[in-house]
């Protein structure tokens, strides 16, 4: 079956950098089956209603300032599947989940930029969704639920975000240095993730260590995207922490496989070797 996956977008730049993360999730993409298509819901998608996109060729979306003028030269010309749009809308209708469709919005960076490494030549179609932080997580878990069905259809679930993603607390320095807080709550975030402590995650506002300055109010639509994935995965209720690093301090480059990966050592030691 295929997994569902909560992946970090991080910052615009990573498009055109190299390190650590941008290898792994290139290397992933070598790794993971090839899925039929691809759902994916972005934190840069915002909006009150669950839209589901139903596009045949996608235009790519620069919906950031102020960086290399290289990002702003890059395309990712994926195209849209619009079988796979009414299955969502299907599954949507039997679990009584609201939902408009969207015919003309493009990929924005919280799509692209993960995509792009993980499948270079856009030859997947993709499904966009649209995220909605004013819901409760058991809300997201219960929409990303409907959804499980299509994991059994090689149809890949990837929530596009970041566990810590406050930009006002970002080291511009970059020293190398991880924020002591951003840490604690990523670790307690794999703690609960790791033991499908649902109870715990739905308040993690409250429960977990430094979480307003790791999730702040402006900045939730970042977070909550792991919902989506994790109600997508309920059947098997298992999490892998595939990698984490750091950017500027507290910015998380998180990848969490949500199923459990057998011999995921010697999954990694492949990867690394090559």
């Known amino acids: 079956m ?4 909560f992946i970090a977008h991080g910052a615009p730049l990573l498009a055109i950098e190299e390190n650590e993360y941008t290898k792994f999730l290139n290397q992933l ?4 089956p090839k899925p039929r298509a ?8 915002v909006s009150s209603v669950q839209y589901v ?3 045949d060729q996608y235009s790519t979306i620069y919906d950031f300032g102020g960086f290399s003028e290289a990002l702003y030269q890059i395309e990712y010309p994926a195209i849209g599947n619009k079988h796979v749009s009414e299955e969502i809308k299907d599954l949507f209708t039997v679990e009584g989940i609201p939902y408009q469709t969207e015919s003309s919005r493009g990929l924005d960076h919280g799509a692209w930029v993960v995509l792009r490494m993980l499948y270079p030549n856009a030859d997947i179609p993709v499904i966009s969704m649209s995220v909605n932080p004013e819901l409760t997580p058991e809300e997201l878990y219960k929409i990303g639920k409907s959804l499980s069905e299509l994991r059994k259809k090689d149809v890949m679930i990837i929530a596009s975000g970041g566990s810590v993603h406050n930009l006002r607390a970002l080291d511009w320095r970059d020293n190398g240095e991880t924020t ?9 975030l794999e703690k609960h993730l790791k033991a499908w402590d649902t109870q715990s995650l ?4 409250s429960l977990a260590p430094s979480a307003q300055l790791a ?3 402006y900045g939730r639509e970042h977070f909550i995207p792991i919902f989506y994935s994790m109600g997508a995965a309920d059947d098997e209720q ?3 922490l595939l990698h984490r690093s750091y950017r500027y301090g507290s910015l998380s480059h998180s990848i969490w496989a949500i199923w459990l990966i057998k011999n995921f050592k010697n999954y990694l030691e492949v990867m690394k070797n090559e």
């Open 2 to 5: 295929i997994p569902s996956y």
């Open 202 to 205: 739905f308040q993690y506002d």
């Open 38 to 45: 691809i759902v994916l819901f972005s934190a840069h998608w």
């Open 215 to 217: 999730v702040p109010p």
């Open 53 to 55: 996109s139903e596009v």
């Open 180 to 188: 002591p807080w951003a840490l604690q709550f990523d670790e307690w």
């Open 29 to 32: 993409g070598q790794h993971v």
């Open 238 to 240: 298992k999490a892998t």
